[in-house]
């Protein structure tokens, strides 16, 4: 199995699928983690010198944070039901979550200045659907954290991609810290398949052929791009969801694409 796979076991204690950390990706920013919480389980953390995003993934949880208090947030069906309902913690705080019902919640996380700003919840109602591509290129995407919002690495998106369409296509990597040209990026994609028991296809690729790994995605699964060029392809009959997480050195998203595939993109 390529060690690009992250692949979910049976919930822990703490309901943790996996646990995608710095050290155990070989990388400096990005760590990622999904956790199923039955009704009534609870997850609590310190965020020390990182700051989270907690995306509910699917279900309703209540969520505590100083300066928030406790909130229900939460309550689309699964990750294909519309945008999400997220929290975000800064560096230097903590957080608890207790489900209300089943429900399941994505864990991202990056480097954070503690004290720099303070958390805040991040409604679905003010995430708005962004069209982007045509015809067999094209996918929804949701901003839950993007560039013009505040925080200190983190970036995240969930994108939907319909059954047969391609998705990071062209293909594009942000893998140097070279703005405004590009910047340097790592990033995971947690996918989920409708129905569960379909796949999608992953390549990711680096100009000189140092890194090419083709990937077959399953529901559930988590890709690791330390570098290169990262294209996504859904199957015929099979929609597909990912949750991105990006952090690096600098908080700007500027990608780079791959010149034998950039004239896509001027075809009427």
Known sequence: MSGLIVKPHEPDAEGRLFEVTPASAGWSYVGFAVHCLADGQRLARETGGRECCI??????????????????????????????????VPAGSHYSVRAEGAAAIALCTAP?????????????????????????????????????????????????????????????????????????LEETYYHRIDPPQGFAFQRIYTDDRSLDEALVVQDGDCVLVPRGYHPVGAAHGYDLYYLNVMAGPKRTWRFYNDPDHEWILSKA
Do not use: C, M, Q
């Open 55 to 88: 995306v509910v993934l699917e279900g309703r949880v209540a969520v505590a944070t100083p300066g928030i208090g406790e909130s229900v947030i939460g309550g689309r069906a699964s990750p294909f039901a519309g945008a999400p309902d997220s929290l975000y």
């Open 112 to 184: 954070g200045v503690a004290g720099a700003r303070p958390a805040r919840l991040i409604p679905a109602a003010g995430i708005k659907p962004e069209l982007r591509g045509r015809g067999s290129n094209e996918r929804i995407v949701y901003n839950i954290l993007p560039e013009w919002e505040p925080a200190d690495s983190l970036l995240v998106v969930e994108v939907r991609t319909p059954a047969g369409n391609w998705s990071s296509y062209p293909p594009h990597k942000h893998d140097r810290d070279a703005p405004p040209e590009e910047t340097l």
